[in-house]
């Protein structure tokens, strides 16, 4: 199925099943976003208005996605739950060019996704709670962000921040969305963001310090979103008191956010069953596997996987090149007639053969390291479908794990693209 109605669907079936108990839902859809496959009823009618086709896909992604909303908006009305259910929307990052470079609307902000200015990390964020007196078409325009989204959930809930929790960052908009703090609090207030994406930031560079209406970017920049919603008038030079302000501000950020460059967020096995993917790697070069087409051509890239175990005892890790659902060896290519069935209507021409064709992969040895122990290598016969390693886990600690796959002979190596992990025994 299609992912984003997949999503959706999997999310209702919840939602029904939990609705006499309170319950948590949070629906990450991987549109809009490249390759834009979608179906022809979703951007055909862009078609006339889009310089390109392509735009007219992306369109239609979101088109899919608010018709989706559409329907979990109707199920939450038919079990007679919406007027309790705290219902929110959000993005994680600006509007994204349309492959081909073609213009695409963005509010007349200045930037997209990946940039420091406005354009590439404003964002929509929209709640409905009708019980929580969250209705009526409010317009906040005070300074919020992301970093407040976990604590105005613990506030809504009731729930405490347990002793020695790490400060939250961010804090509950509560109080804003319901006019419980002077306004001076807001006008005064200070976030900082940064869209360098990169393992190490270098400091001040892709960098934006928002105070109400004032903008400094690159600690260089100074910029009135009030006067200039596009950004084209650096002010820097008229106000260099505020541009000091500000500065001082993203130096104490920077203090915080630098203890953390070198501390990986682990991905936790040992409570059920997990896979980690190929996008999980960590490395310096920022190389990764993404996509289907990655995985079928046998991208090579190097790096460790970040783990946290749950719990001591011996863990199982499954060293796959396919995912559990494919069920074909190792160094096997899809073979003819056996792929998947694709709806070519739906995805851009030039896009079709990342579905339709694969690489067998060289690979005659596994190799797996965690816990600065180097488990012997083993060999991959032409059959196996994964490899498995055991090894001894203390729990409650974080560990580099290193998992590769060989050709002795050739100069190949990858990653596992899938490992499958759980307690073993």
Not at 64 to 87: C, H, M, P, V, Y
Not at 121 to 138: E, Q, S, Y
Request: charged fraction near 25%.
């Amino acid at each position: 199925g299609y992912c984003t109605d997949v999503f959706f669907d999997e999310a209702m079936r919840f939602i029904e099943e939990s609705q006499d108990t309170p319950f948590f839902c949070y629906i990450s859809t991987n549109a809009p976003h490249g390759p834009h496959n979608v179906e022809p009823k979703y951007y055909e009618p862009y078609l006339d208005t889009c310089k390109t086709e392509d735009y007219a896909r992306f369109l239609g992604m979101i088109t899919n996605i608010d018709d989706n909303f559409g329907r979990l908006r109707a199920k939450l009305q038919q079990l007679d739950i919406e007027d309790n259910t705290l219902l929110m929307f959000m993005s994680d990052n600006g509007q994204s060019a349309a492959d081909g470079g073609a213009p695409v609307y963005n509010s007349n902000m200045r930037g997209q996704k990946g940039s420091q200015y406005d354009g590439g990390h404003r964002i929509p964020f929209i709640a409905r709670w009708a019980d929580g007196k969250l209705v009526g078409g409010k317009e906040i325009s005070e300074l919020t962000s992301y970093v407040d989204f976990m604590p105005t959930l613990l506030d809504i809930c009731g729930i405490e921040t347990p002793a020695g929790q790490p400060e939250f960052h961010g804090e509950s908009l509560m109080p804003l969305l319901r006019n419980k703090k002077p306004q001076e609090y807001w006008d005064s207030r200070v976030v900082v963001t940064d869209t360098q994406r990169v393992p190490y930031p270098l400091k001040y560079q892709k960098s934006s310090v928002m105070k109400n209406r004032w903008r400094l970017v690159d600690c260089q920049e100074l910029y009135d979103i009030g006067a200039d919603p596009s950004q084209e008038h650096d002010l820097a030079s008229e106000h260099p008191a505020l541009v000091a302000e500000l500065t001082a501000e993203y130096e104490t950020w920077w203090d915080v956010c630098a203890k953390q460059f070198h501390t990986d967020t682990p991905i936790s096995v040992g409570n059920f069953p997990s896979r980690i993917n190929g996008m999980d790697l960590r490395n310096e070069s920022g190389l990764f596997v993404c996509g289907q087409k990655d995985v079928r051509d046998g991208k090579q890239v190097a790096g460790y996987f970040s783990v946290y175990a749950e719990e001591t005892g011996t863990y199982a890790f499954e060293l796959c090149r396919w995912p559990e659902e494919v069920d074909l060896p190792l160094t096997a290519a899809i073979p003819e007639g056996e792929d998947v069935e694709i709806r070519e209507e739906c995805i851009p021409e030039n896009r079709r053969d990342a579905y339709r064709s694969s690489n067998e992969l060289a690979i005659d040895l596994a190799q797996f390291q965690i816990k600065d122990v180097c488990i012997e290598g083993k060999a991959v016969q032409p059959t196996d479908r994964s490899v498995r390693f055991e090894v001894e886990l203390e729990g409650g600690k974080q560990y580099e794990l290193r998992a590769f796959f060989y050709n002795r002979k050739q100069s190949f190596n990858t990653i596992p693209y899938y490992i499958y992990t759980s307690m073993s025994g």
